[in-house]
């Protein structure tokens, strides 16, 4: 089982920038997709951004050009920056992995984060 631990949340004015960073541990495991997921109150659960093993990156319109997604492979981190933040954007952000873990490399498995609070005051 991988675990994800969240860091980097927190109180920022509208327009001020945050970094998200996800860690995952566990062994032998192969992260096949990482997501970030926010939770506004009230708000069903959405997906933010996702990144494959492979580079390719998504975003949902809302913060396309204002957040980047990336991953540093050899510590099984990724990141999250929030840039240019609105106050729309506050919510609960939680990590996400897609992963397969021996001794089952055929099933594709899913692990989530505790989440971390971002808040952005007007």
């Known amino acids: 089982q991988v675990q994800l631990v969240e860091s980097g949340g927190g109180l920022v004015q509208a327009g001020g920038s945050l970094r998200l960073s996800c860690a995952a541990s566990g062994s032998n495991f192969r992260i096949n997709v990482f997501g970030w997921y926010r939770q506004a109150p009230g708000k069903q659960r959405e997906l933010v951004a996702s990144i494959s093993s492979g580079g390719n990156t998504n975003y949902t319109d809302s913060v396309k050009g204002r957040f980047a997604i990336s991953t540093d492979n050899a510590d099984n981190t990724v990141y999250l920056q929030m840039n240019s933040l609105k106050p729309e954007d506050t919510a609960v952000y939680y990590c996400?992995?897609?992963?397969?873990?021996?001794?089952?490399?055929?099933?594709?498995?899913?692990?989530w984060g505790q989440g971390t609070q971002v808040t952005v005051s007007s």
């Open positions: 996400n992995a897609e992963y397969r873990a021996f001794p089952t490399w055929g099933y594709m498995r899913y692990s």
